[in-house]
């Protein structure tokens, strides 16, 4: 049975999320012109992540550096590099992708900068940025001034309610090992090309498609966007070994039914329909995954109870 194993699925999302996450632009001209200043930061220190979705609550610390287009994350004894098309970890299993191209992603025009005030953290003179979405908050950012660093950020869903927080612990606008593992890093790259994305749709739910890839395992890799928030989608024939998910809830969303997981970065599904598998990863507020979820295929009538029943009886 194929397996499109989390390792394998998290190493390909995070090649698009934070490429992309890199040149986005999102709303008004304000926060265009902050996130352009965000890109180019550099930057070292620790960051904390925190998420909540569905009771469960998921947090973790990670120490990360951005020079230009470059970031690293270090954290669980590997480190992850993002830049120059180019994705790859260090660690035990060090492995490592390079995109063929990506695209330019049109910013949605769907959210407002609502406000840009002054305010002191870390010892440091920021402006936070409040983001709304039809007279609602739906994010918080906070800016450096000195450097243009994005030192932290809030999610709210639709109900006003606080989804995602990170924020940086420490701060050094000097990042040293960034440097240092490029100049020592040897690693070999599967060239990840550009496919055809089938029968997905080019709009999701105010999500654009921007690239597709041929992914992992014979997979279909598809890349969404709004410009502030995104997600990747991957499509398997067949149905996939349960892996991570074996052991995942589910939520309804209009009658069907999908195992979800919970990072403190973002969020995983996984379901089955019309033969096909697909996972799920974005950073999109739960509001917005439940609209995505209504105009992506449904998953098959009576699959989670099948796959119980495999389990159970064989």
């Not at 304000?30 to 469960?56: F, I, K, V």
């Not at 020592?184 to 080019?202: H, M």
């Not at 070994?241 to 996984?270: C, K």
């Not at 799920?280 to 992506?296: A, N, T, Y």
Request: with cysteine; net charge negative.
């Amino acid at each position: 049975m194929k397996r499109l194993t989390i390792r394998s699925a998290l190493l390909f999302s995070l090649s698009g999320l934070l490429l992309a996450g890199m040149t986005t632009a999102a709303g008004a001209i304000e926060l265009e012109d902050y996130l352009a200043d965000a890109e180019g930061a550099s930057y070292a220190g620790r960051q904390a992540t925190w998420c909540r979705y569905g009771g469960q609550t998921q947090f973790n610390v990670v120490s990360i550096e951005h020079a230009g287009s470059l970031l690293m994350v270090e954290g669980g004894g590997s480190s992850q590099m993002v830049g120059g098309g180019k994705y790859s970890v260090v660690g035990e299993a060090s492995s490592g992708l390079a995109l063929s191209g990506w695209s330019t992603i049109t910013p949605a025009d769907r959210y407002v900068t609502a406000s840009a005030n002054s305010e002191t953290r870390l010892g440091r003179e920021i402006v936070v940025v409040t983001v709304e979405e039809d007279a609602a908050l739906r994010a918080r950012i906070w800016f450096d001034n000195e450097t243009g660093a994005a030192l932290g950020s809030e999610v709210y869903d639709g109900n006003g309610e606080l989804f995602r927080l990170s924020w940086m612990l420490d701060f050094d606008p000097n990042p040293r090992k960034i440097f240092t593992m490029m100049r020592e890093q040897d690693s070999t790259y599967d060239v990840v090309v550009a496919a055809d994305a089938g029968d997905l749709p080019d709009v999701v739910a105010g999500y654009l498609r921007v690239d597709s890839y041929a992914g992992p395992d014979d997979s279909l890799h598809a890349f969404y966007t709004d410009g502030l928030f995104s997600f990747s989608i991957f499509l398997v024939d067949g149905d996939l070994a349960a892996g991570p998910f074996g052991d995942a809830e589910t939520m309804r969303v209009d009658g069907s039914d999908y195992r979800w997981l919970l990072t403190p970065t973002d969020m995983w599904l996984q379901w089955v329909g019309g033969g096909t598998t697909y996972v799920l990863v974005g950073d999109l507020p739960p509001d917005h995954l439940e609209d995505v979820l209504r105009e992506l295929p449904r998953p098959s009538p009576g699959n989670i109870f099948a796959r119980i029943w495999r389990g159970l009886f064989g």
